[in-house]
């Protein structure tokens, strides 16, 4: 990630888009794990690249991007990955909201000129 | 939007995603706009819902969702959100990215059993 943003290739691709609310539970093996994920999923054949924020309030939004479907389904069998999920749920979400998206378009604009793209 | 999270028709529908990063100018001015255009996006035909957080860092997602692609497009020629993306660009954001997708599948997941559903 740059500043937050990732430098991702011209559409279309895939991404997928996590919604969550945290819980106030073991904030520790929560931010540990987050790491994790996100040293593991750079090794993962497919990916593109990844933005997440989340709000004082513990909503926050993840969209990880991938080359294919069939990327995003060999994440999603990642054994260590399928074992954070149920972490996610014994442990430390309250909600979550996942959706699959095909990116079919892009464009980005920055201050100071050094990301800016045409939108098709 | 409910506890974040909006309420969404099964897929498909597309959605806007907006990944942006604050500047620390003209907290209430920004702040009124963009209270004003959930306000004006509610009014628009094919809105379905949005989810929106924002990370102290300053580094925020969005994702507004629409039934089609021309009801986004018909969003974007709002004259009034047009002159707000205006002053996003002059005043409020350093830096965003505007990524176009289908959603061409969800899953929830709620602690208490409220939004359960399954993936297709």
Redesign the interface.
Known sequence: MN???ATLPK?PYY?V?F?S?R?SQDEEGYGATAERMIELVQRQSGFLGA???????G???T?ACFDSEASILAWRQNAEHTAARERG?SDW????????????????????G??KRS?E
Chains 1, 2 share one sequence.
Do not use: M
């Open positions: 500043d937050g943003f559409p991404a888009i919604s609310r819980n933005e997440s924020t989340r709000g004082a309030d909503f926050g939004i969209v749920r979400y309250d909600h979550f909201e996942l959706r699959i998206a095909k990116i079919e378009r892009a464009y980005g604009w920055d201050r100071e050094r990301a939108e």
